[in-house]
């Protein structure tokens, strides 16, 4: 069993930053790839970035350039840095715990946290 606890949103003006975090409970953590989805109201949701074990990563187009994902085993934690923040980045953003970075992208993951809210004004 894995619990993840996300820390770290906010109100930030467009072209801020901010670091996400998730905290995860469990032994294997180091065994999931993680990945961090958002969802606007209205939109559908959307994988933003994962993380392999082994850590090969993957990006969202409209991310690439901005957003880093990386992790610390030792910490059982996984990271988010979000730089050069849009509007419509806002989101509610969790982080998930899936077998693979492909079935993080084809929306199949273990568990889930409870997400931290993201809001970019203009």
């Known amino acids: 069993q894995v619990q993840l606890v996300e820390s770290g949103g906010g109100l930030v003006q467009a072209g801020g930053s901010l670091r996400l975090s998730c905290a995860a409970s469990?032994?294997?953590?180091?065994?999931?790839?993680m990945g961090w989805f958002r969802q606007a109201p209205g939109k559908e949701r959307e994988l933003v970035a994962a993380?392999?074990?082994?850590?090969?990563?993957y990006y969202k187009d409209s991310v690439k350039g901005r957003f880093t994902i990386s992790r610390d085993n030792a910490k059982n934690t996984v990271y988010l840095q979000m730089n050069s923040l849009k509007p419509e980045d806002t989101a509610l953003y969790y982080c998930?715990?899936?077998?693979?970075?492909?079935?993080?992208?084809?929306?199949?993951?273990?568990?889930w946290g409870q997400g931290t809210q993201v809001t970019v004004s203009s």
């Open positions: 469990g032994r294997t953590f180091s065994r999931y790839a």
């Open positions: 998930v715990a899936c077998g693979s970075v492909y079935e993080c992208s084809m929306g199949t993951y273990d568990y």
């Open positions: 993380i392999s074990s082994g850590g090969s990563t």
